[in-house]
């Protein structure tokens, strides 16, 4: 068990706030002085077993998407793929590292976690995922709002791997104004790609249950995570 840990910040920034550069590259939050941006913490423990006890297999649900789905941050992102099969790289001069993607979840679902699939062969630099969500108010004109929940390098250079992330998560707000995003980060720096064509990314699946008072946390108590 560990805990991912961000700076919090929760009033509306404004570009001139002095660790801007610190804070989109920990988790790719654009400076937007129209944006009210905020980070929490959460507890993540990477074990896909526990979820599969916990009221039967029965009532877990699945998203997933190739990574050929993820588009740029911003525009300027340079993606490429390596096996041609669905799989996203960022290439050399890119002037942009992160891409995005939503996941298509139900107002009654808990995000129990999500598995990442990827290659990286490189010794010095890592893939970062990083969750969030996004809103805009429901009817009314007014500010987006953007909160951050997760962040973690996946730190490895052995080639292919399959990594799963236990969050069990319910949030407010999918129904009208909000939605859940994935976001990936190649290699160390927002500013470019270069050197870090050896990182790819190839699949990305949420998994959920219902968020039920019969059926989660093994007839126990209601989840009491909502963000």
Known sequence: MKNIILMSLCA???????FADTFDDEIGALMDAN????SKHIKIESSE????????????????TDAGNYLGRTSGFDG?????????????GS?????DH????????????IRIWGSDTNPTQDLRVILYKTCLPAIDPGTPTADFFFTEDIAT?????????????AFTGLNKECKIMVRVRFGSSSSSC?????ISLFKVRAQFSSNDLIFIDDFGPFNVNDN
């Open 12 to 18: 509306v920034i404004s570009p001139s706030f002095s």
């Open 49 to 64: 077993e526990d979820i599969a006890v916990r009221g039967g297999d029965s009532i877990l649900s699945f998203y997933p």
């Open 35 to 38: 944006t009210s941006i905020s």
């Open 80 to 92: 490429g793929t390596v096996s041609g099969t669905g799989d996203r790289n960022c290439l050399d």
């Open 194 to 198: 270069n050197g870090v064509e050896n």
């Open 157 to 169: 250079s052995g080639g292919d791997f399959s990594n799963f992330y236990l969050l069990n998560q």
């Open 102 to 113: 939503p996941i298509k979840m139900e107002p009654d679902q808990i995000l129990e976690g």
């Open 95 to 99: 002037t942009e590292s992160y891409i």
